[in-house]
């Protein structure tokens, strides 16, 4: 995670950082849902992670598509 503590020095609001929080976190609640297949609260919680992500990925591309591509290749989304 040697990008995010790079982000951390730049800026701590922009989307590319929020998206990479957003992934952790969505990487953690998904482990913890194999282990906790009732937990309906826990997995609400992960489909509105995956939801703001989504928005803000579409937010990133109409921006900028090389950062786009940049960011989903670092995250290693959509193989």
Known sequence: MAKKDEMINKNVGSS????TLF???IK???EHLKL????ENT???????VGKRKRLLSY???KSND??????????LRR
């Open 43 to 49: 997995r609400r919680g992960l489909m509105k992670l």
């Open 28 to 30: 953690k609640l998904t």
């Open 16 to 19: 590319d950082f929020q998206i």
């Open 23 to 25: 992934t952790d976190r």
């Open 60 to 62: 990133v591309k109409r």
């Open 36 to 39: 906790n297949k009732k937990d």
């Open 67 to 76: 950062n786009y591509e940049s960011l989903i290749k670092s995250l290693g």
